[in-house]
C-alpha cells in the first residue's frame, strides 16, 4: 500500500548505538572487480545522506556465487545486537515487480491481453467523477499510463498515517473499497487513444485493479499467485505475502520514527501493507535472486520480457550518475549506467523502510540496499542520489 511519495508519520527522536561498517571474513568481491573495501564506502554514503540515524544493509551478488555485503548499524533502538546480514523487510512498492510479472505470465498464457480494458475484467468499478475504465488497459495500470488517483494521497488515508498510526496500525482495509475511495476523485487525465504518446503519474491504484484482474484470470488470489509463479519455484525461502498478519517471521530490525510530541512510535509491526502495491516481504538476498532470475529470462517468455522493458518517461527519481533518466516499463524501471548499457530496479518506500534492487541488463550482477529508520524519515532525494552511485559503481565494477 506504501509506495512512492508516502512519508507516512512524523519523526520521533531517540538514540541508537550506530555500528561502524562491517564486512563479512573472506569477502570476495562479486565478480573480482568490485573492490571490496568500496562497498562499505559507498554504504556509509549512503547512511550519510539518509540522514545519519539509520540502519543500513547492502548485498552485491556476481557471478559464480561470489557475494559482498556491508552493514552500518544495530537491529534496532535500545539494542546492541548488529542489523542482520539479511533482514526480512516490508519491500512496499518492489512488490509491483512481482505483480506485474504475474499479469506478463497470464498474458503469455493468454488468459488476458495487456490490451484489455479494466471495464472488460471489472465492469462497474472504474467509473464516476470522469473516471472510465473502458479507456484504461491493462498496460496503463501496470505502466502507470492510467491517470487513476492514488488512493494512499487521499486527505482521510494521510490523516490515519500522519496522525493515528498507532491506533490502526492494523488496519486491513481490501482492495476493492481502497478503489473505491480513489474514484471519489476525479483522474489526473484521461489517457489518449491508441497509438497516442502516453503520459506518466505513478498512483498505487494501478496496481490494486491489476491484481484484481490477475486473480480473476488466474483463478486465484494475488497471494497465491505471487507464492505459485514466483516464489516456490524460484525458492526464495525468506520471501512471503504475510496478508493482514502483523508480524515479519525472519530477522529483521525495528522500524521507528519520531511520533507526535517526541513519544516514540515502533512502525514493525503494521496491516497497511497487505496488498498488490505493497505487500511482500523479502530479504536483500532474495531479492537479488529474484531479480537476477527476472534478467536472465527465467520468470517471462522473451516476448513478454521484451514488453516488460518497453519504457515511457518518468520524472519521480534523481538523474542518476549516467546523467540521464531511464524509462518506467511494466512495473520495472530500466535506467541507465555511467559504462554503458542499461540497469532493472524497482524502488520500495515504506513506513521507515526503504528496499532499492537493482540488476544489471544480462543478469550476471545484483545489487540490493535496504534502509532503516530509528530517529526520522529520510531525505529521499538525497537517498536516491546516494544509492545510484552504489549502484553504478556495483554494476559497472566488472568493466572498470
Known amino acids: ?155 482521510a488515508i494521510q490523516d490515519k498515517l500522519l496522525n493515528h498510526f498507532d491506533e490502526s496500525r492494523y488496519d486491513a482495509t481490501p482492495p476493492s473499497q481502497l478503489v473505491a475511495i480513489a474514484m471519489r476523485h476525479a483522474p489526473l487525465f484521461t489517457p489518449p487513444s491508441k497509438g497516442s504518446p502516453r503520459r506518466w503519474a505513478y498512483s498505487n491504484t494501478n496496481y490494486l485493479l491489476a491484481a484484481m484482474i490477475a486473480e480473476r484470470a488466474g483463478g486465484m488470489g494475488w497471494r497465491e499467485l505471487v507464492e505459485n509463479r514466483i516464489i516456490a519455484p524460484l525458492g526464495l525461502r525468506h520471501t512471503y505475502v504475510p496478508g493482514e498478519n502483523p508480524y515479519l517471521t525472519g530477522p529483521h530490525e525495528r522500524v521507528t520514527i519520531d511520533g507526535p510530541g517526541g513519544v516514540p512510535v515502533d512502525l514493525t509491526e503494521e496491516s497497511y501493507q497487505h496488498t498488490a502495491d505493497s505487500g511482500v516481504v523479502s530479504t536483500p538476498s532474495d531479492l537479488d535472486t529474484f531479480f537476477r532470475a527476472l534478467a536472465a529470462g527465467r520468470l517471462l517468455p522473451a516476448t513478454q520480457w521484451a514488453l516488460m522493458r518497453q519504457t515511457v518517461p518518468y ?39 526503504y528496499g532499492r534492487p537493482a540488476v544489471s541488463a544480462d543478469g550476471r ?24 552511485t552504489l549502484t553504478d559503481h556495483a554494476l559497472c565494477a566488472v568493466r572498470r
Not at 319 to 326: F, N, S
Not at 380 to 386: F, H, I, S, V, Y
Open 1 to 155: 500500500m506504501v509506495g512512492k511519495r508516502t512519508a507516512a508519520v512524523a519523526c520521533m527522536a531517540a538514540l541508537m548505538a550506530c555500528g561502524v561498517g562491517e564486512m563479512p571474513a573472506g569477502a570476495r568481491s562479486a565478480g573480482g572487480a568490485y573492490p571490496v573495501g568500496e562497498l562499505p564506502r559507498d554504504l556509509a554514503a549512503v547512511r550519510t545522506a539518509a540522514g545519519g540515524d539509520v540502519n543500513v544493509v547492502a548485498r552485491v551478488d556476481g557471478p559464480g556465487g561470489a557475494v559482498l555485503r556491508a552493514r552500518y548499524g544495530t537491529a534496532g533502538v535500545g539494542s546492541t545486537a548488529p542489523v542482520p546480514w539479511d533482514p526480512e523487510f516490508r519491500v512496499a512498492s518492489i512488490s509491483k515487480t512481482f505483480t506485474a510479472v504475474v499479469v506478463l505470465q497470464l498474458a503469455a498464457e493468454e488468459r488476458l491481453s495487456l490490451d484489455d480494458t479494466v471495464e472488460r475484467w471489472l465492469p462497474g468499478v472504474v467509473h464516476g467523477h470522469g473516471n472510465d475504465g473502458s479507456r484504461i488497459t491493462v498496460r496503463d495500470l501496470l505502466q502507470h499510463t492510467s491517470g487513476i488517483y492514488d488512493y494512499i494521497t487521499d486527505p
Open 315 to 353: 520524472d519521480d527519481l534523481p538523474v542518476p550518475p549516467a546523467g540521464k533518466r531511464g524509462g518506467y516499463g511494466l512495473g520495472l524501471r530500466v535506467v541507465p549506467l555511467t559504462c554503458g548499457g542499461v540497469y532493472y530496479m524497482h524502488e520500495g518506500d515504506g513506513f521507515g523502510v
Open 365 to 388: 550482477r545484483a545489487v540490493t540496499v535496504s534502509v532503516t529508520s530509528t530517529t526520522a524519515l529520510v531525505n529521499e532525494d538525497r537517498l536516491n542520489k546516494a544509492v545510484q
